[in-house]
């Protein structure tokens, strides 16, 4: 089985902290992707990343970076976290791009 | 723009009343249509994948139908355990289009 696996499932950081979260895939899938999920909004996707280093934006890319040094590896980086940041953070992973997304179990973060 | 609309918004069953969920999509071209379940406070789990209009799936209870228009995801007599969030999602035709484009869910819960 595909597994995806997010470093926290619960985080609470202070306003203006940059934090890191992490998501490992052992599935050698090259493309990695990162939402975030709301209460009436859905899915949004943050960043894609296709292969090692290379990244794309997605809907909602302001206030955040991410980082892929390895393949098994993607990286979402809050720059200066904000409140309107907090949010469920949910990593996927996929083999191509017209194959199914795999999900990690989320990470829950709240900004105080 | 690409759009998935998913209704009805929650759905109420009684244990072994069988009922379809729905999914509306407009896109220029369809690559294909994925369905998840979501439990709460977890990752979207992994359920079909459709890539053309009369393309049928199945798994235990669950079926998963498409048109040119619109998705179905049939439930046959279900059970407790099938209460969770159904997510729609789609993806568009078009040289390097990646992005998933989700509905906002429907809600099922199944009464003992």
């Known amino acids: 089985d595909v597994k995806v696996t997010q470093s926290s499932r619960y985080l ?6 940059k ?5 490992v895939q052992d599935m050698d899938h090259e493309n990695m992707f990162w939402y975030r999920q709301d209460p009436g909004l859905g899915l949004r996707l943050i960043y894609f990343s296709y292969d090692v280093k290379m990244k794309e934006k997605g809907d909602i890319p302001e206030g955040y ?7 098994e590896r993607f ?4 720059e200066s976290a904000s409140t309107n940041q907090t949010s469920m953070y949910l990593c996927a992973s996929s ?3 017209n194959t199914e997304a795999f999900f990690g179990q989320g990470t829950r973060l709240t900004v105080v | 723009e690409d759009q998935v609309t ?9 244990e072994g009343e069988s009922s379809s969920l729905n999914c509306s999509y407009t896109v220029s071209g369809l690559r294909g249509l994925f369905w998840y379940r979501q439990d709460p406070g977890k990752g979207p789990e ?16 669950l079926k998963a139908t498409l048109t040119k228009k619109e998705s179905f995801l049939h439930i046959t007599a279900p059970k407790p355990e099938d209460s969770a969030t159904y997510l729609c999602a789609v993806l568009p035709l078009g040289a390097g289009s990646y992005q998933l484009t989700f509905g906002k869910g429907t809600k099922l819960s199944v009464i003992p």
């Open chain 1, 95 to 97: 083999l191509a791009v």
């Open chain 2, 46 to 61: 992994f359920l079909f994948t459709l890539y053309s209009a009369g393309e049928e799936k199945e798994k235990e209870r």
């Open chain 1, 19 to 23: 934090v890191f979260l992490e998501c």
């Open chain 1, 12 to 17: 609470v950081k202070r306003t203006g902290e």
């Open chain 2, 6 to 14: 998913q209704s009805p918004e929650a759905l109420r069953l009684q």
């Open chain 1, 65 to 71: 970076s991410v980082s892929r040094e390895k393949k």
């Open chain 1, 75 to 78: 990286s979402l980086i809050l």
